[in-house]
């Protein structure tokens, strides 16, 4: 390849591809088996189980098998089993000997695909072992023959990549190999993608089922990186720790050699006993080697001619199914005048059309096909059933130019899986999708509706609801049997890109919260490192400290003069505001535990404007303090000693901030405002601190609550109230925060939770 390739090239590549090509002894052993079976008498049922047992071995087989079953819609198959169950013993040995692309005629192992693929497949079995034992432990029940399979493919996406570009992925591997790295890495830098990207594209198009699609594309992935809306969170974790046993075990190649975390952490992020990944390693290796020896190995020359005679015997049971395909020409004909319809219906939405467009464009293209405009009497109605708790989306045809679009509750025992009729009772229907049919009635009377339902590979995707007196209603009901499938698919991708643009969302809100969520715990990191650092500096400090203020006192009783007098008093005083602040910084870093009671707002406000009206400090009563009067009485559960400090230090900074500067022209006497109000949205009570003075600009306002920060003249403050504030509002279960315009002032609002009447 001399580019790289692109992720749209990939997805032409799997388009084209119908098999993985799976090499080595199990290919051997199972062409053995099924060419022994033609036309010999043997139980079926003994058959199906020993391929299943072969083919379960090897992930490109069980791949393949999965595909072939479940690309035909209907209930999907999760395993070997259920495959060969539903599609039939016969139907799979037809596949496999005419060349689906899951085998090769002859084990040449000289045959390079980058990967050493007997030793690729017992790593591949060492996970899906190790994933079946570990499904019993898991927190949310999971099926352990299911976890098997998915631990089987959590790797197929290299032999998608062996397969698209075998030189570049053997250099790929050699390189990976030789620096112990990260294969992931590699594949992107030498390849274009990686093998997640491609293992999470093949189980899409194959249609292996939500939980291998999970499987493939995240197992790799550390675990808070997996959103929480996946909902096969479970299995990926499951098979994201059997990986790391057998890697840790050395079982097999897997190619990838780094470790984001070991087996015993990974138990331990999942809540598992720490002993339980030891005894799975202790036996993954005999276990894989029990199940290997369990193969067929025989004459490969013998093989080769049975295999050729397979292929003749398949070729007659093709040419059957080619006669069938003529006489379902002649039907197609008939299809024209419908496909025309379907023509004109997807003209009618863009190809990015969320779900209540495409259910518009449906109910027009069912109004065209009966011949009936749609009224307020007599209006057409489409929905799509919800998935999981979403609800159940309604469009309502009633001649108006824009139809209505409603969500109605689902019922929370609906089951979409479905084999039967398309068609059925508007009200029996209804009462299958709908919590309460009632919000039907104020349009229609089911009573009196037909209903159609649209099925999207088994499953109960959507619907239409016309007047059962129609005057093409026969035809309708033709109509949608022959473009069914096809109006259910658009309708599910309609309702898949309605669930991925909230999916998109909730990552972006996911992605805040985390970079919230970093941001406290760096806090929190910073705090207890001062906590610590504050402890030591203090028992380490505050001895020499006091010895030094004592020394200093009583060198200044034994001073001759008063200058002598006047500097030992200083060092005394210095050394008392050295200890103040180790102590303030302890505080900060640990504060006490709050001991929270019933406090009552008006009072404790009133009561600090008094303080501060009293003070001896010139500057401090030079300012006006306004409490604001109530409109209720309001009461906060908080620690009265802290809520004080918190209010106290508030209006400190409000008073020296106003202090000879404020609004207007000229000087005017500098103010500070409380205020409390009940909070809007929640059970709060907000209490506003504001000032006139001139304000801060973005630089110091982003770093207020920062220890040591101070915007006063040197020497005036150390900078620890105001982050102190926070954290003993943060103690007491509230937030804080402050608004301030440059030139306008400053308010501080303290949010605490309010007492329950």
Same mark, same amino acid.
């Given at each position: @390849? ?242 790391? $046993? ?33 005894? $799975? ?178 499953? !109960? ?31 599910? @991708? ?35 490192? @001062? ?5 030591? &500096? ?7 400290? &006091? ?20 500097? !030992? ?160 509002? $943060?103690?007491?279960?509230?937030? @804080? ?21």
């Amino acid at each position: @390849m001399q580019d790289k390739l692109s992720v749209e090239q990939l997805d032409q590549f799997i388009c084209s591809l119908t098999g993985l090509g799976a090499r080595g002894p199990v290919a051997c052993s199972v062409l053995e088996l099924l060419t022994d079976s033609v036309g010999a008498s043997v139980d079926g049922a003994e058959l199906s189980g020993d391929l299943s047992g072969i083919v379960a071995l090897d992930p490109a087989m069980t791949a393949g098998v999965l595909s072939l079953a479940n690309r035909g819609g209907g209930r999907g198959a999760l395993t070997v089993d259920g495959a060969i169950e539903k599609l039939g013993f016969d139907a799979v040995r037809a596949a496999l000997l005419a060349g689906q692309g899951f085998l090769v005629a002859e084990y040449d192992q000289s045959c390079d695909i980058g990967l050493d693929s007997e030793a690729f497949s017992r790593h591949c079995l060492a996970v899906a072992i190790a994933a079946e034992k570990l499904a019993g432990f898991a927190a949310i029940p999971l099926d352990p023959v299911h976890a098997f399979v998915c631990g089987l493919l959590h790797d197929v996406g290299k032999l998608v990549l062996a397969q698209v570009a075998p030189k570049s992925y053997c250099r790929t591997i050699k390189i990976a190999t030789r620096y112990q790295g990260n294969i992931s890495e590699y594949e992107r830098d030498i390849i274009g993608v990686d093998h997640s990207v491609a293992g999470l594209h093949l189980a899409r198009h194959w249609c292996l089922g939500s939980a291998i699609q999970a499987v493939t594309w995240l197992s790799h992935q550390p675990g808070e990186a997996i959103p929480g809306s996946i909902s096969d969170c479970a299995m990926v974790e499951i098979v994201s720790l059997a990986d790391t $046993i057998a890697r840790e075990s050395n079982v097999g190649f897997s190619g990838n050699f780094k470790f984001v975390r070991s087996s015993g952490q990974l138990a331990a992020q999942m809540g598992l006993a720490g002993d339980i990944p030891p005894r $799975i390693a202790e036996r993954l290796s005999d276990e894989v080697e029990e199940r290997m020896g369990a193969l067929r190995f025989g004459s490969l020359a013998q093989s080769a001619e049975a295999y050729q005679r397979g292929v003749s015997r398949a070729n007659t049971e093709l040419g059957k199914l080619n006669s069938q395909l003529q006489r379902g020409k002649a039907q197609l004909q008939t299809d024209a005048d419908a496909l025309g319809r379907l023509r004109r219906f997807v003209s009618s939405i863009s190809p990015d059309a969320l779900l209540p467009e495409t259910l518009r464009a449906l109910v027009g293209a069912v109004a065209d096909v009966i011949s009936i405009e749609p009224s307020g009497a007599e209006p057409i109605i489409a929905y799509c059933c919800g998935q999981d708790t979403e609800g159940v989306t309604l469009v309502i045809a009633d001649g108006s130019d824009s139809p209505a679009v409603r969500t109605a509750q689902g019922n929370p025992e609906f089951d979409a899986v479905t084999n039967g009729s398309n068609e059925s009772s508007a009200a029996e229907a209804m009462a299958a999708v709908l919590g309460d049919t009632g919000v039907l009635r104020q349009w229609i009377d089911p009573g009196i509706y037909a209903h159609h339902r649209l099925v999207c590979r088994g499953r !109960w995707i959507g619907g239409v609801l016309s007047p059962a007196e129609a005057p093409d209603r026969e035809r309708l009901g033709e109509s949608l049997k022959t473009l069914g499938e096809v109006l259910s698919l658009m309708l599910a @991708m309609a309702r898949g890109q309605s669930r991925a643009m909230r999916l998109s969302e909730q990552l972006a809100g996911a992605g805040e919260v985390l970079a919230a969520t970093q941001e406290a715990l760096a806090e929190a990191r910073t705090l207890a490192a @001062m906590g610590e650092m504050a402890a030591g &500096a203090g028992h380490e400090l505050n001895n020499p400290l &006091a010895v030094i203020s004592g020394r200093a006192q009583l060198m200044r009783e034994k001073a001759s003069n008063s200058e002598e007098r006047k500097t !030992w008093k200083q060092i005394a005083d210095q050394a008392q505001r050295i200890s103040d602040i180790i102590t303030d910084l302890m505080d900060f870093a640990s504060p006490r535990r709050a001991e929270p009671d019933v406090v009552d707002v008006g009072p404790l406000t009133e009561e600090i404007a008094k303080a501060f009206t009293a003070s001896e400090d010139s500057v401090i009563r030079a300012c006006e303090i306004i409490v604001e009067p109530l409109t209720e009485p309001l009461k906060v559960i908080a620690d009265i000693a802290q809520i004080r400090a918190i209010l106290r230090e508030v209006v400190t900074n409000a008073v020296i901030a106003g202090k000879g500067r404020g609004r207007g022209r000229g000087k005017v006497k500098s103010q500070v405002r409380i205020s409390a109000e009940a909070g809007e949205v929640n059970e709060t009570v907000l209490i506003a601190i504001s000032d006139n003075g001139p304000g801060m600009d973005a630089q110091t306002l982003s770093s207020v609550f920062t220890p040591f920060f101070s915007a006063q003249e040197a020497g005036r403050r150390v900078g620890l109230g105001l982050p102190r504030a926070q954290r003993y509002v $943060i103690n007491n279960g509230g937030r @804080m925060w402050i608004e301030t315009r440059l030139g306008e002032g400053t308010t501080v609002f303290i949010e605490l939770p309010r007492a329950v009447k």
